[in-house]
């Protein structure tokens, strides 16, 4: 992954049930499975920068996937270094996505999207996403 612009799918797993206080968006309701986060970086630093933060335990609460971080496991990222703002397009796409449901309101305050979080049961189908989103994107792993 490039310090460059870009959109990104942060994806995360739920070990077990919780409740995470979300700032002014209030109590979610986290279940064991599979967390899809969406978001952009066309700031400094890019999609890498934006993406190692999300994985960092240690940090300041400045967007609400910052107050899920002690509640999931980052495993990786889906990521495309398009000059285009694709986060809304993905989101669409995920949602759409068999068995993938989305958590209200996350992660979109700034837009018109119902949700820029998804849950699903099992490990998201990257393959299906790029079937449905098109374009050129690449993996990331956490390690």
Excluded: N
Excluded at 15 to 26: I, N
Excluded at 50 to 62: D, I, N
């Amino acid at each position: 992954m490039k310090p460059a612009p870009g959109t990104y799918a942060l994806i995360l797993r739920c070990p077990s049930k919780a409740s995470a206080g979300v700032g002014r968006l209030g109590r979610i309701d986290l279940k064991r499975g599979y967390y899809i986060y969406v978001g952009s970086a066309f700031g400094p630093g890019g999609v890498r920068a934006r993406v190692t933060r999300h994985c960092r335990t240690e940090k300041a609460r400045r967007w609400h996937i910052d107050y899920l971080r002690e509640f999931v496991t980052p495993l990786g990222a889906w990521y495309s270094h398009s000059p285009v703002h694709l986060e809304h397009t993905w989101a669409q796409h995920i949602g759409a996505m068999p068995g993938v449901s989305s958590i209200p309101r996350f992660g979109c305050s700034d837009c018109r999207c119902a949700s820029h979080l998804f849950y699903t049961a099992r490990p998201p189908d990257m393959a299906g996403f790029v079937a449905l989103a098109g374009g050129d994107v690449e993996t990331w792993s956490y390690a």
